[in-house]
């Protein structure tokens, strides 16, 4: 290989992000539609979306480490703080990206703007709900995040 090949390799490789499997399972749960936006503690308002197809949802974005983040499954649920689901869980099997341009999430992956869907709008508008994820990585390691969120329109 020649010496500017080898420059090129390192570049790219330099710059790739892995997860990182020896840090403990960790999901954290945030919010945005095309940019993560962090839940935090206490109830947070949400927006409550009516979809192009006519349903509704909320958004909900994750960061992980300590799993294998590329091909991750995600499990999000909407339920009354007493742990009735106001819908089915919303499922994906999903390749999250390289958490990028914060400080607080390097060797995190990382996806935003996955819609939770919301059967019953009327249900859930304006009330105290709880959002949770679960995740699944190929190897069977697991981690969950929940947190208070009010949706509004």
Known sequence: ??????????????????????????????TGEVEWEELGEGARDVPLINGIQGGWHVWASVRSTGMDWTDLRLDFTLSEPDGDLLS?????????????????????????????????????????????VDATDPEGRTASAERAVVPRQ
């Open 1 to 30: 290989m020649n010496r500017l090949g080898l420059v090129v390799g390192l570049v790219l490789v330099s710059g790739c992000c892995a997860p990182d499997l020896d840090a403990d399972p960790l999901v954290i749960l945030g």
């Open 88 to 132: 089915e869980p919303s499922r994906t099997q999903a390749e999250l990206q390289c958490c990028e341009g914060a400080e607080d999430c390097a060797g995190f992956g990382e996806i935003v703007g996955f819609p939770v869907l919301v059967d019953e709008p009327v249900l859930a508008l304006g009330r105290n709900l709880m959002l949770r």
